[in-house]
Every structure is written in C-alpha cells, then in structure tokens.
C-alpha cells in the first residue's frame, strides 16, 4: 500500500457504514435538485494550484491616528475667559472652541480698525487726489494689520466682522476655532488661566481612522511590506486594515521593530491605548493545491471533501491529507487532484445529510 492510497482506504470503513444503512440504501442523500443544492447553499469550485499567504500574529496597541491629529494652541500669550467645548465633543471645522482675551490682540485690533478707516477715506478719494506714497501707505498700515491679527490665530469672518462692529469690538478677545474637524480628546485647562503661546489647549482626533503599532522580531518583520493586508482583532470582532510603513530601526529595549497599521473606525470600536491582536498576510513563494478551511469536513475523524459525482446533482466524499491553514486556505497534500470540482461552501451541509441517513432520518 503506497501512501497515495491511504486517504481512500481511510475512507472505506466510512463508505461501508453508509451503505450499510437501510436509510441509505433507499435513497443517497447525496443526490440533490437544483433546489436542494441551492437551499444547502452548495456552490461547486475547481481544485487549482494558488499560492497561499502566511499570517503572522502580533501583539498591537492602538494609537490615534497622527495625520488626523491637530493640535489646538494660541499663538500669542492670552488670557481664557470662557470654554466653547468640552472633553468628548464631537466639533466641526469652523466651531469657537474657547474665548481668549490678549493685550497683544486689543492693540493690532484697534491699529486695524484705524488703519482701515484710513484706508477707506483715502481709496474714496481715489490715486489721483492722493500721493502714491499716501495711497500705499494707507493700504499697506491695514495689510500689515490684519495679517499680524490673522498670524494671532483670528480667520477672516473674525476680522471681517471686527471692522465691521467699529472700535467698540477692539476689546482683545476672541475665539479659538477649531482648524478641523474632529472629538476633542484633550482640554487641559482653566477658565481664568494664563495660556502662553504655542501651549496646547486641545487635541482633535478625525477618529474616522485609527493606527495599530504592532511590535515584531526583526526578522518576521523583514518579511512585512507596505500595503500587506492585516486583520484586527479586538472586542471578539475582526477589522481589516494595512500596512502603512515599517519601522527601520529596531528597539534598543525590545529588540522589536514597529510596524504601523491603520484600520478604518468608522463605527468607533477602537480606541486609543487599547490592546489588539493584529493578524498581518504575508505573501508565500509556495504554491500548493488548496481549499478554503470551510471545504474541509471529518467524517470518522477523517479529513474529507466533497467533489461532484458521476450523475447530475451526484455528490461524493473523498478522504483527502490535509497541510497548513493560512489565511482562511487549506493545503491538500494528497486525497484530489488539480481540476476535480469540488465542494467550496456547503460541505457541512452535505455531512448532516449523511448523518441524518444514518441515523434514519429524512
């Protein structure tokens, strides 16, 4: 007996127990209509050659995504008055986030207001009842100004309608906007508090996507490439993602490379400082005959596969030897050849019908 015979023979004793069944004998609970094949969910593929992906598990920890990340900080020594927002909001581009009042901020307002005015009477007047130097002189004071109040942190609605309200709004405050979209996941200050430039008052994260930074040996993580699909398990769920870049340093401390991956978040399940099991695909140079894992059933704890029999509709179990599953694939070693068609969804449909033969049960 040669090793290529073992998964039929294998399969005998389980053959012979069927037809040994009086249920079995009166009719094949293999042999289906179209509707019961369609009812079973049995769609027919063939055996084929494809080159099977290798999966390295890793452990991961969620991070904010950094390229949707903003930092909100005023760029001139201010003063809070008064919180917009909140620890959780969810805000839009454009929304006052904080009131902030500035020495600096009350004396470019007012040379704005004057400046403009000046430039409004001398424009009335027109190029040719003015010097050239009046002329830009005026115009260059009220350029000078609002771009000093923009550089501030103001937008241009806020200047629009501070020239507009005249010197009554010359007053020094103004509001902190935010630069976009995003949930405000960091405001650690105080009303009344004195806020130097360039120190952060809040962060917005678009947490519409999120990073995982998984950490591997150096030589798994040679084998990762950007772009490599990952899937990521957290909460009894599975997110897909990819790899974005691999880490070229390794960690001094660990010895572990960092590989980022970013996983889409739309549906908010994923958070920052949580812990996550990333499963990253790692293309083979292997090519063997494979089926998806689902194709795979026992039957007298014997690895099997269903392939399409002689008569329409006809189904046949074949013992087969199985290798490795990766990435939802199968490998067969031995049992079918490339070509045969076989079961690839509703092979456990098709062993509750042997079960239910044997057991004498329509």
Known sequence: MTLRQTPRILLLPLLALMAASPAFAATNPLLLDPAAIKAAGIVVDTLAVRTVSDQVKAPGEVKVDAYNTVLVSPRVASQVIARKAKLGDIVTAGTPLV???????????????????????????????VSARRYNEALVQRDQARAKLKAYGL?????ARLIKRGSSAADGSFELLAPSAGRVTTDDFLVGERIEPGRPLFTLVSESSVWVEARLAPAVAAQVNEGDAVTVVAHGAELPGKVLQRSHQTDEKTRTVAVRIQVPNASDQLHAGELVESRIAIASTSRHLAVPAEAVVLLQNQATVFVRGKAPGEFEPVAVEVGDTRGGWTAIKQGISAGVPYVRQGAFALKARILRSQLGED
């Open 99 to 129: 009131v902030l009042s500035s020495v600096e901020v009350a004396e470019t307002q007012g040379q704005l207001i004057v400046a403009s005015q000046d430039w409004q009477r001398v424009a009335s007047l027109g190029a040719q009842a």
């Open 155 to 159: 937008s241009d609605g806020q200047i």
